[in-house]
């Protein structure tokens, strides 16, 4: 029996059975060697490998959002969306020009260059689930296990885009995956929430925007990437912040209720609650436009707290609590809330909570006299109404 002296012999020895055929077409990309395919999660599962000193290590956070970002999909059917990943072959496996498939050898790898996180979060996912058909199967638990076996299918069948460059080596991998992170930039804030039509307040703020009557007075920008336009008085990221300020009482960063589950009922009634609350500060503040300062982002924020911890002290949002409350809005001087340069000074964190202290300290001071005040004047206008009618 010769001896083998390489493993590219010890490969040639192994049966045809062995080894792992990947269906796609070879093409030039840049001068490189490609195999574009899609590929299920098993067979990814099967090939891949990663070597730290191409990769950075995993990040715990990064991780553990791309698995609650797959079980909208294991859980709830909710497409997802991935970026394909990328593989260098590292001169592994052969091409078949003739039947259009790359075999790999059941020993072979090919190394990550882009995509690692995703895949440890397929990984983590499946090692999970694993567990729990395990646990499930020792307790008996046999409508759990073919759930969990439902899932597991979903997972392993989950169609991934793929590309392998069949030809470079690891210097030339550290440079792509350094081109592929570092050169892209994110989308900003504006357009980045947006775009996610996942979550309660953004799904609310699109509604809000598109059907409450108020929003063709209060403009809302739905397209700047960044910030807002001078044309416009709001950015949509403003809207999803003052919807959780007014419904939680918190900032967007600390929503709670911000999930990706929800029904379309909860959808319906805080839009007309939304709508309302609107309508009313137009009723009650200066025409909405740039320079006044109760039209503010900080300024809007701040009142959407104050009037959620006003509404909600009966322990759920009580509209005529809101009724009473805003009608303090034409008393207040918006000029007095922030000394000298203060509004341009301050974080912005700071800025809110100023306002949000100014409002709440001057309603609980002057609402009692102010707000009845109104009332005995709206009284008397109807009643004198009434007799121009009688006479």
Known sequence: MDTISSLSELLAEQKASSYIEIPGVASRTFGQTTLSTTLPMSKLFSIYEVDLEVQRAIVPQNLSKLMDYIMLY???QQGIYFPGIILSARGAGEYDEEQKVYRLQAIEKLYV????HRLAAFRRLMETLQSNMARAKDRREYDRMEEISAKLSKLYTFPMSTMIYLDINARQERQLFSDINKL???????LAVLREQRRFYHVLASQVAEKAPAMKQISVDRFTERGKGPEFLFSYHLLVEIMA???EGRLKSAARNNGYYFKDEEVEEHLKLASYYFDTLLRYLPEPEKGELCWSENIQIALSLFFHEEVTKTGKFNRYALEYAMKILPHIDWNAIYVGDEKDRLPRRSRIMKAYQYI???YQEHHLFLIREDQLLE???VSEIAEEDAG
């Open 113 to 116: 260059v882009d995509g690692q």
């Open 74 to 76: 294991m859980d709830h």
């Open 379 to 381: 009284k008397a206008n």
């Open 245 to 247: 300020g007014l419904f």
């Open 184 to 190: 892209p930039r994110k989308i900003g804030g504006n």
């Open 360 to 362: 709440k300290d001057f």
